[in-house]
């Protein structure tokens, strides 16, 4: 079975201050694993994901994440927090192409002026 | 559409009442993914179809849901005789096929009982 966690279910962040959101997962398998981003009333935006290729992923908005086997995490970070990147991050995972999305409990970003 | 479109985006139920939710993903998306997110919580995986056909559906929670999709195309998702605990945003994704890994969301439905 597949799961993750997420540490820190609200993390508050000064402008221009990095950003660091912590995911770890437990999978039988090699992980797929995700980021995805949801803003107040919308759905879920995919930041990045990694499938197996370069460990260190970039996505929109300036985030990447880094593929850490040996420490089973995904952490997303961007260098410079802005006033948009105020969100709910989650962090998801599967087992296989187009099979069902675990994620965890979500990490609620403020961004203080 | 340019992307997955959910109606109605807010219902309210009063207990008992059974409801339904629409789904209209991608146009030519095969894959269609069922979540429901309750109150600060992550998403969680109902139910899963490829073209009109049901391959997953254990997360639903009780045999009070029932999703179809009839013609691979847009789904419903029907909750019967609704309990408080059915509280939650109901979220809608589909992808192109079922190689990909990409799963694009609607902006969810969100259900209150009362």
């Known amino acids: 079975a597949q799961s993750v966690t997420q540490l820190g279910s609200h993390v508050s962040v000064s402008e221009g201050a990095l950003v660091l959101l912590r995911c770890n997962y437990s999978?039988?398998?090699?992980?797929?694993l995700f980021w995805y981003v949801q803003y107040p009333n919308q759905g879920l935006q995919l930041l990045l994901k990694y499938t197996s290729a370069a460990t260190l992923v970039k996505g929109i908005n300036g985030f990447e994440a880094e593929f850490k086997k040996s420490e089973t995490s995904f952490h997303l970070t961007k260098p410079s927090a802005h006033m948009s990147d105020a969100a709910e991050y989650f962090c998801a995972v599967t087992e296989a192409a187009g099979n069902k999305l675990t994620f965890g409990g979500g990490t609620r970003v403020l961004v203080k002026p | 559409g340019a992307g997955v479109s959910q109606s109605p985006r807010y219902k309210v139920a009063k207990r008992g009442q059974d409801v339904a939710l629409r789904c209209d993903p991608i146009s030519g998306h095969v894959s269609l993914f069922w979540y429901q997110q309750a109150l600060g919580q992550g998403p969680e995986f109902l139910t899963y179809f490829q073209n009109e056909a049901q391959l997953d559906k254990s997360g639903l929670p009780s045999d009070r849901f029932f999703a179809e999709r009839p013609e691979g195309s847009v789904s419903t998702l029907k909750i019967q005789r609704t309990q408080q605990e059915d509280s939650a945003v109901y979220l809608c994704?589909?992808?192109?096929?079922?190689?990909?890994?990409?799963?694009?969301f609607g902006p969810g439905t969100r259900l209150t009982v009362t």
């Open positions: 994704a589909s992808s192109f096929d079922p190689s990909s890994y990409e799963q694009y």
């Open positions: 999978s039988s398998v090699p992980p797929y």
